[in-house]
C-alpha cells in the first residue's frame, strides 16, 4: 500500500522540479533576452530586448547586447505614440544635439554618429519590433517625436 502512494508523490515532485527548472532559475534576470528592471536589460547572444516606452521614458534606460543580430521589441505601455531612433555614438543619450526640443539627427551625423535605424510611430498599447544588426560599441536610443527627448525619452545600447 506505501509503494502505490509514493510512485504519484513522486512523480509529482519530478513533474514540479521540471516546471519549476522550465521556469528559468538562473539568476541573471535575463528573461530570455530581456528584462523590464528599473534600469538595464541585457539581450545574450545575438537575441531579443524588450525595451517598453512609456510617458515618457524607456524601461530599461540601460540595455547591453551582444553584436550580431538583435531584436528589439519596443511595447508601447504609455498614453501617446513613440519611438526608437538608435545611432551608434559615443555621446552621452543627455545631451544630444537639439532643435526646436527635438534631437537633430543631422547634426548628430555630422558628429560621427551612425544611423542604426528606428521603430517608428508605434501608437500606444501597440508593441512593433525590428532586428538590427549591430557592431561593438555604444549607440545612444532616443523618442524623436515633438518634446518626448526633451521630457526624458532616451537611453542608451551597449553592445560587446
Request: include cysteine.
Amino acid at each position: 500500500l506505501m509503494r502505490r502512494r509514493s510512485v504519484p508523490i513522486l512523480m509529482a515532485a519530478a513533474l514540479a522540479a521540471v516546471a519549476i527548472g522550465a521556469c528559468g532559475g538562473d539568476d541573471d534576470g535575463d528573461d530570455g533576452g530581456a528584462t523590464t528592471g528599473a534600469d538595464t536589460g541585457t539581450a545574450a547572444g545575438a537575441g531579443t530586448v524588450t525595451v517598453e516606452m512609456g510617458d515618457f521614458f524607456f524601461d530599461p534606460k540601460d540595455v547591453t547586447a551582444d553584436a550580431g543580430s538583435v531584436t528589439i521589441s519596443a511595447p508601447n505601455v504609455g498614453q501617446v505614440e513613440h519611438e526608437l531612433v538608435l545611432f551608434k555614438t559615443d555621446a552621452d543619450p543627455a545631451s544630444l544635439p537639439v532643435s526646436g526640443g527635438d534631437v537633430d539627427e543631422e547634426a548628430l551625423e555630422e558628429q560621427g554618429a551612425e544611423e542604426a535605424g528606428e521603430i517608428a510611430d508605434v501608437p500606444p498599447g501597440q508593441t512593433k519590433e525590428k532586428s538590427f544588426k549591430l557592431t561593438a560599441g555604444k549607440y545612444v536610443m532616443f523618442c524623436n517625436l515633438p518634446a518626448h527627448y526633451k521630457q526624458g525619452m532616451y537611453g542608451s545600447v551597449t553592445v560587446k
